[in-house]
């Protein structure tokens, strides 16, 4: 039986996501033997099986990093895919995903850079929600310990596409300002 225009198969899954495994380690008879052991047990619905295979991902870097930056690096390639999964091809709004992604960016900014920062909230046009807050800096620490994007008040139909900017803070002179250790 031929799949609706809705269904995906795991032909479709290799052709659009092999890349991005093999970025980590994963081989397509791995994934095609294990999508074989996963549908009998959970589902055939290919989608379910890539979110399973994305929070592996997280789960696996998360466990298995040696230091902060590539972990930051690593959850923000799986991020990107899972937003991209969620708004283009689920047609959902994504207010979670990319407010993760934000966080990682937000960190991996701030433990990489020997720079004293701030963060620049870029937003879309179309959110009120957004609209006090476009263009707007903030202490890097403050947003780390508080986000200062509204995810959950955002309108778009496809949900929050606000990032955060990083912008290099100066002292008096036009200095950079270095981070204290």
């Not at 690096?73 to 283009?88: A, H, Q, S, T, V």
């Not at 689920?90 to 960190?107: D, F, S, T, V």
Request: proline share 3%; charged share 30%; net charge neutral.
């Amino acid at each position: 039986m031929p799949n609706t225009k809705n269904e995906k198969s795991i032909e479709w899954l290799i052709k659009n996501y092999m890349p991005f495994f093999e970025n980590f380690g994963m081989e397509e008879q791995n994934i095609r033997s294990y999508y074989e052991e996963w549908k009998v047990e959970f589902s055939t619905n290919i989608n379910d099986f890539l979110w399973h295979i994305f929070n592996t991902l997280l789960h696996e870097n998360a466990t298995q990093s040696k230091d902060l930056e590539r972990f930051y690096k690593r959850n923000i390639e799986i991020y990107f895919e899972m937003l991209y999964l969620r708004r283009k091809i689920e047609g959902k709004a994504a207010n979670e995903i990319q407010q993760c992604l934000n966080r990682n960016k937000l960190q991996l900014q701030f433990e990489s850079s020997n720079l004293e920062l701030n963060v620049i909230v870029a937003t879309t046009k179309d959110c009120e929600a957004c609209k006090e807050i476009f263009n707007k800096e903030f202490p890097i620490r403050d947003v780390i310990k508080s986000d200062v994007i509204p995810y959950e008040k955002c309108t778009r139909k496809i949900g929050c596409a606000c990032v955060y900017t990083f912008k290099p803070i100066r002292d008096e002179n036009d200095n950079l300002i270095r981070k204290s250790k």
